[in-house]
Each structure stands twice: as C-alpha cells, then as structure tokens.
C-alpha cells in the first residue's frame, strides 16, 4: 500500500502481489465522509454513462462497526504528468473529455450537489472577505464584480468539480477524469473555466486555446459565459500561490476574464 496524495490518502493498493490494483478512498483531514460518498455517486453515474473514468468496485458508506466510510475503485492506466509544452491535441482532447461528463443531464441530490464554483472545499474568496487570509485590489473588485451578477442560469448537467492536469489521466491519446470526489451538478463552465485557469497558470494564457473548441466540437453546442466562469475560478485560489510567475498568470487570466464582463 502506498499513499497518493503526499502523507494522507487515497492509497493504492496492491491486492495478491501485482494481480490487482485499486484505490481505497476513506476520510482524512480534508476528505470527510460527505467527500467519499459523493466520489462513489460520481463514479456509479460515469459508469452507467460509459463516461472515461475509474470503476467503483465496492463501497461502504456506513463504515461498520469503526464508522469509517471507504470505497474501493479500479486503477486508471496513464499518466497524470503533462508535458512541459501542451500540445493544441491534449488540449482539445481534454475539451471533449468534458463534454461527454456535460452530457448528462442531472439535477441536484444529496451527494452531488449544486456546484456554483469549482473545488467546492475551498472559498478562498470568504476567507479573503472574512479576514482569514489576505486579498488584492483585483482579487477584491472580481469578487465584488461576481457578487453583483446573478449566476447563469440554465439545465444542470453532471460537472467533475476538479478538473485539472494532476487529475487527468493519459494513455495512447486519450484522457481519463480521475478523483470525483468534488463532483456534482452545475454549469459546464464550473469544468471549463477551472481547466482554463489550471492551464494558463501552468503554461501560460496562449496555451488555454483549444479546450472550449474541442468542448464545442463534441458537445455540438457553443459554451456560454466563459469569462464569468474563468473569474469564479480565478477568484477560489490562495491570494498568493506557489510561485510568483503562477501568481502573475492567474492575476492575468483574471483581468483578460474581467475585461470580456466589461468590469
């Protein structure tokens, strides 16, 4: 067994020396019990949908008599590490990753809930507002600017809630959404624009080209307010994140967000 997520799980396990292997997913200081099971709602949705994606192979919401709640799901073949240069093909390839989770049509229940931001552990904005963390002129005025406008509005489809390039998984080409533990339902910008953002903070603004058009390509429908979603991405980050240049591109792909609302 080993961990996956530095000291903390999920954990991989090997089952009968290398024959098999799956991940174990139970609560730890930032996963609760609510995170495990709408991960285990997520992945039985996927399935029934043939959406690319790990397979629950069982699950144990109740944790008997520990009261620990665990799921166990397939191992997805590939690789998490992207290239140092994103190709125009993985970044269309991811597009239409997302539209096939966007095309299923769901409404709200108890474990995927409406998501209205992504990664829905986090609202760095509130701490930003409630004074637990610091802020920015420009982090304040895109919060303040989201604020005054109502969200879009709309049907609810099936949204990853996560989506970034440690939780893509590649292998021959195509692409795999690992870790659904934030999923739920919402606006397909809750994927897009947390995707745009990963992307121009990692490689750069020019290197978001090519996901929304490989999204529109297999959905077969044009995606709408991407500049809202792009800021309510922006906005749920840490004021200042891991590296100077990452800090610069988000603040970027923020006001490039803001000047397309007019704000």
């Not at 949908?49 to 799921?71: E, W």
């Not at 709200?108 to 904005?125: G, K, M």
């Not at 982090?139 to 099936?158: K, N």
């Not at 990452?246 to 803001?258: I, P």
Request: aromatic share 4%.
């Amino acid at each position: 067994m080993r961990t996956l997520h530095e000291d903390q799980g999920p954990w991989r396990l090997s089952v009968g020396g290398t024959t098999r292997h799956l991940v174990l997913r139970a609560p730890t200081p930032r996963i609760d019990a609510d995170l495990i099971a709408t991960n285990a709602a997520a992945l039985e949705i996927a399935e029934r949908h043939q959406v690319p994606a790990p397979r629950l192979v069982a699950r144990d919401l109740l944790g008997g008599a520990a009261g620990v709640p665990a799921t166990l799901e397939t191992v997805v073949a590939g690789s998490t590490t992207w290239p140092p240069a994103l190709s125009a093909v993985r970044r269309r390839a991811a597009g239409a990753a997302l539209a096939r989770v966007h095309a299923i049509p769901l409404e709200p229940s108890r474990h995927l809930p409406l998501r209205t931001r992504p990664i829905a552990v986090d609202d760095f904005a509130r701490d930003r507002r409630e004074g637990r963390m610091e802020t920015s002129p420009l982090l304040r005025r895109a919060d303040e600017v989201i604020r005054g406008m109502a969200p879009p509005g709309g049907e609810t489809v099936f949204v990853h809630g996560d989506v970034w390039p440690g939780n893509i998984a590649w292998a021959d080409g195509r692409c795999t959404l690992i870790d659904w533990k934030t999923a739920g339902v919402g606006d397909p910008g809750v994927d897009l624009g947390e995707l745009r953002k990963q992307i121009a903070i990692t490689y750069g603004p020019k290197a978001t080209k090519g996901i929304v058009t490989g999204w529109e390509e297999a959905a077969g429908a044009s995606a709408t307010n991407i500049a809202y979603w792009d800021a309510v991405a922006a906005v749920n980050t840490p004021t200042v994140l891991y590296s100077p240049l990452a800090t610069v591109r988000r603040d970027g792909f923020l006001q490039a967000a803001l000047e397309r609302l007019r704000a």
